[in-house]
């Protein structure tokens, strides 16, 4: 393999700008972007609105409320990793747009990247909102003070999550033929068949540290109080539940997003519109 | 690469210098040693400069799809200004031809240049001048032509300026300008094939390629391509067209390759090939039904090979030979026939296509 081939040149940069602007284009044009928006505002606000509506009570500290209102993240993820990534790729085959497209003077790495990017900075966009939201409800819950440093820490485990999401995603789609097995079988991937595999290996005690969806537990564990806290070797249930390691969580996250990301480009840049 | 001539700003001297496109190089004036700098711009550069012969060229193209050979050693070659016909039946090779050229597929082994650059191993700079149609591309169609031709644009490095102005310029010429900003979506079959056909020419590329350009489109469509193919070949465009259209081709094409089974048939000028074809066949009509004695009066003359008749037209078949065809008409007539009209079948692709072809595989 020429590494050389996959280093992108001045000119290439400009490419990959100008992919990024269209894919932004498309997401919007084809109302992706409002969807996932709307999902993003419209989630974190059903916790704030519906407690005084049943004459519930808020959390009692700030970083309750943050963990149960965050305990959907990960499902947002996924939802907007798919959505933006999971036809970046394969529709471009299957939709034959890429007879229009990789026949202009530019690169095919440089497209790919260039919709690996937009992919990304639509799903983190849509976190963010996510995030955003959340610290405005809790700014007005318990004032300024109640955004603490862990609730930061969960943001960026969340963009890092996001990236790892996209990278699986993208994956897909680079080697499937049809977007909607691509856009499926990375969904399902990582809403139902990690954290089942997850369970199976929990089961058998091994520590499943390797796989991404365990690790993105780390999102609301950080913040302490959340959903997804280990309760250590089997006091009531009769079998251990691991919790994720922040350093590994984050080095696993990292690394499915650099190696998947990389072998996605190999493996687009090696089909051909036949 | 390209060449230019500038002007020194200083003595006026006349310097050619070489670059390729987007390069800047330093520029010194051999009469008063000033200095300045020149970038290589695309869009002005490409007619004037492009090599004058083989501005595309094809050498020995195998193309192997899971061991069949969609391309067998093909050769051949584009000279600048000139428009090529590619043709063949179904399945010959012309698509993957095409998308060879266009570095959609890559060759199993042989090269494909465009302006001497291997598009294989250098597709950016060998694109940079190409525009092209292949096969019925998909559209975006949830953008709008403006959007999805502005992108295209950029990718040619036109300005915000050029490109809205190209944009324009483009639409008029396949009868879309009403539809800048419409949905793609709710085009029919024949604009989203007069859009691509926008895409191809929006940088004024130097080099066409065109897969069945008319595809999905109605005769004033059709007519529409070929004069603006006319107009491109007049401003120097070199054109490699792939059509099934054997008169659209003959009414275009300066020259034309017959592709079947992978492999290069036959190629030439249109009037070489119209000079090849043999032409054997006499059209007469007669006055009145002929009788069985007049029939066997005809099977008597030893011009002629065989015959077909209905109703009042016979097609003889003769040896394509001007004083064999005079003899038939006057023995014809020495035998009391009354013909109306005797004329030999005019020379066509058509027939040279048949003639050529695999008759299984000769879906025109």
Redesign the interface.
Known sequence: MDVNHYIPSV?DF??IY?TI??EM??HI??KRILITLILAILIPLIFFIVPPLLNQDYADTANGFAASNLGFVNLLIILSGAIFTGDSISGEFE??????L??????KSSIFMGKYIASLIATCLIVSLYYLITSMEIVSIYGASGISVEIAQSFLLALLYSNSVVSIVFFFSSIMKRTITSTLVGFFLLLMILPIITAVFTLAEVDPWFIVTHNADLITNVIGTGNGGGVGPGHRFNFTIFKPDLWSGISVMSAYTVILFLTSLVMADRR??? | MLSKTVECPKCKTHITIQGNP?ETTIVLCPNCNTKGKFTFQKEKADLETISDHNIIEVKNLTKM?NGFKALDNVSFNVNKGEILGFVGPNGAGKTTTI?LL?????PTTGHAYINNIDVNKN??????L?G?L???????D??TPH?MLT??G????MNKNEINQKIKEVLKIVKLSEWEHKKIGSFSTGMQRRL?IA?AILHCPAILILDEPVIGLDPRGIKDVRDMLKQFKNKGVTIFLSSHLLNEVKETCDRIIFLDAGKVITQGTIEEILNRIKIDTIEVEFLNQLTEVDIKKIENIPEINSFEKENVFFKIKFDGKPETSNKILTKLTEQGLKVVSFSTKKADLESFYVSIMNDEKGVI
């Open positions: 000119d400009k490419n100008l602007k269209f284009l498309k044009k084809r939709n034959k747009t890429g007879l229009l990789f026949s202009t003077p530019q690169r051909k519109m036949e | 987007r799809f998308k266009t570095n959609l597929l890559t597709p950016t700079k060998a694109l940079l190409v092209s292949i096969e019925v591309p998909g559209i975006y949830y953008l959007e992108y295209f950029q990718i040619h490095r691509a895409k």
